[in-house]
């Protein structure tokens, strides 16, 4: 399949604003998605925020697989920062990060406090596109405050929200100017985190299902009712036969059979799964 490169320009004016924004907040609140934790790390937002103390996010953990999610979660602890697992969407996400940034902000309260400072402290949002940032925010704020949808770029602009205890910064998604890793440039587009009009989607499917073959087989062999896991091509036609995707003089319908099957994943129909393991990605998030 081709090359996937997407950087709108818009991107370049959303990193500028983070650049000269980051001087106003005590910390940062990064969201990855944790089906894809190294495809949804901007290694240039981790360099733009070095100074600061940051928080990772995995978020849209219901979709994914619980046990290589907690080990991603470990290997970025091991780079000193901190990390947590949630699906924004649940009752327990607030609580569970309200907890986390306590012990992020902790040394900067308790320096605060000393001066005989008070103020609420300040948290830049960030992340890849349709990682969820804004359901965060939403979650955190107790209320619809900022925009959320399922395509890559929905925030624009940037906003502060207003929280128990500290504010928010939301910022929009940015993406690394280009993908040295197309893996992991394939696994963004999976999620839905790269403009789907740029996208071969047929090419963009083959890739999938050989990765699902490889390390989630029983998944796939019960969604599609497969029996023929030998080739991605095989794999495809029995997406067409499961769903009834045939054209006129009984050929397979190839293109619709493409984007059911990444809506499936990106809806989590075909099961909890994540793409990466940790271990192929250790020292990576240092």
């Not at 495809?236 to 059911?260: K, P, Q, W, Y």
Request: with cysteine.
């Amino acid at each position: 399949m081709k090359h996937i490169q997407w950087f709108p320009g818009h991107m370049t004016k959303a990193m500028r604003m983070m650049e000269e924004c980051v001087s106003l907040v005590d910390g940062v609140l990064v969201v990855l998605d944790a089906r894809a934790p190294a495809a949804t790390f901007n290694k240039k937002l981790r360099d733009l925020f070095a100074a600061k103390p940051v928080l990772y996010i995995l978020n849209k953990a219901d979709l994914a697989d619980g046990k290589r999610a907690d080990a991603f979660c470990a290997e970025i602890a091991k780079s000193g920062a901190l990390a947590l697992k949630i699906a924004a969407t649940s009752p327990s996400a607030a609580k569970q990060t309200g907890a986390k940034i306590a012990e992020l902000l902790k040394d900067k309260r308790e320096k605060d406090a000393a001066k005989g400072v008070s103020r609420p402290l300040r948290l830049m949002v960030a992340g890849i596109p349709n990682t969820g940032k804004s359901t965060v925010i939403n979650a955190l704020s107790g209320g619809k405050r900022a925009a959320t949808g399922d395509k890559a770029g929905v925030t624009r602009g940037k906003q502060w929200i207003r929280c128990a205890g500290f504010e928010l910064l939301d910022t929009p998604g940015t993406m690394p100017p280009s993908f040295e890793n197309q893996l992991l440039a394939r696994h963004l587009a999976y999620l839905g985190s790269i403009n789907d009009d740029i996208l071969d989607f047929y090419g963009l499917s083959l890739e999938l299902l050989g990765e699902l073959a490889e390390s989630y087989p029983d998944l796939l062999c019960e969604r599609y009712a497969l029996a023929d896991l030998s080739s991605p091509p095989a794999m495809l036609e029995g997406v067409c036969r499961r769903r009834g995707l045939v054209v006129r003089g009984g050929e397979f319908d190839f293109e619709r059979a493409s984007r059911a099957l990444i809506d499936d994943f990106r809806k989590g129909k075909i099961g909890r799964i994540t793409l990466e393991n940790a271990e192929d990605y250790r020292g990576f998030f240092g």
